[in-house]
């Protein structure tokens, strides 16, 4: 037996030196050996920095998440006075729909909701194509991108991009920033160029995730009635479904539902 134990711990001992790295370490520690010192600290006063500094990175974050009125009041004042009559002035306001961006016609000039949007590789954003001096608008395939209610929703919106802009800024170590809105609608910062499927639908709905629903809602009774008759075919029948399974995906325990088809 100690012959056994001696083979395996030679064995493992010359797996883990080989795949650890360990000599290396070793090697690298003896190079800047000759620059090293050691000094010493007071644990209480490093412990009590270390605490400071980890409550200044959380207030950064809860501020940065937090609605800050007095930015957004200049802004969105006289919208929320009438919103009659914001529905009528904005029915041609136009905005970056992620979809969209830099999308061309035959003519060569850029389609409705999709100007020019510069997009840059960023390294904070894992080297994704990214514009962060702007936040753009993503709409599942089956919402009109020109609804009235939409429309009137991002341009109140519209108050959150500086926010979003600052508030990177003042704290680089923040990642995506988003808002979602009942109607629909999905301002993301930075903005970025969102893809459709292989069947070219968006499927993504701000309203059937989880952060969304368990903010805006109490457990829930549903019942799903699904339309099979022959209008449902293609495109339509495989939004259908794709939607019915997202809804149930966001379902929990003490949630009912039936489905009727």
């Known amino acids: 037996v100690q012959s056994w134990a001696d083979a395996f711990g030679g064995e493992l001992y010359s797996i883990v030196t080989k795949y650890s790295g360990s000599l290396l370490l070793q090697k690298k520690y003896k190079d800047v050996e000759p620059t090293l010192k050691i000094k010493e600290v007071d644990g209480l006063e490093l412990v009590k920095k270390f605490s400071e500094q980890m409550e200044s990175m959380l207030r950064r974050k809860v501020e940065a998440v937090e609605v800050r009125p007095w930015d957004l009041t200049g802004n969105c004042l006289a919208l929320c006075c009438c919103l009659s009559l914001l529905h009528c002035l904005h029915q041609q306001f136009d905005y970056y729909n992620s979809l969209l961006i830099n999308e061309k016609d035959e003519n060569d000039n850029y389609v409705e909701l999709g100007d020019e949007f510069i997009l840059e590789p960023n390294e904070h954003f894992n080297n994704l194509l990214v514009n962060t001096t702007y936040s753009d608008i993503q709409l599942p395939t089956n919402v009109y991108n020109k609804d009235p209610d939409i429309l009137n929703g991002v341009y109140m919106s519209e108050a959150l991009n500086p926010i979003f802009v600052d508030n990177f800024e003042r704290d680089p170590t923040l990642t995506w920033q988003y808002f979602g809105s009942s109607t629909g609608f999905f301002r993301l910062y930075p903005g970025i160029k969102w893809l459709p499927d292989e069947n070219g639908v968006i499927s993504f709905d701000c309203r059937n ?17 699904v339309d099979v008759s022959g209008s449902m075919k293609g495109l339509r029948m495989t939004i259908a479904k794709h ?3 997202t809804i149930l995906d966001t379902l929990g325990e003490n949630d009912f539902v039936n489905i009727i088809a």
């Open 243 to 245: 939607t019915i399974v």
């Open 209 to 225: 995730r989880g952060w969304y629903i368990q903010a805006a809602t109490s457990p829930k009774d549903i019942v799903i009635i």
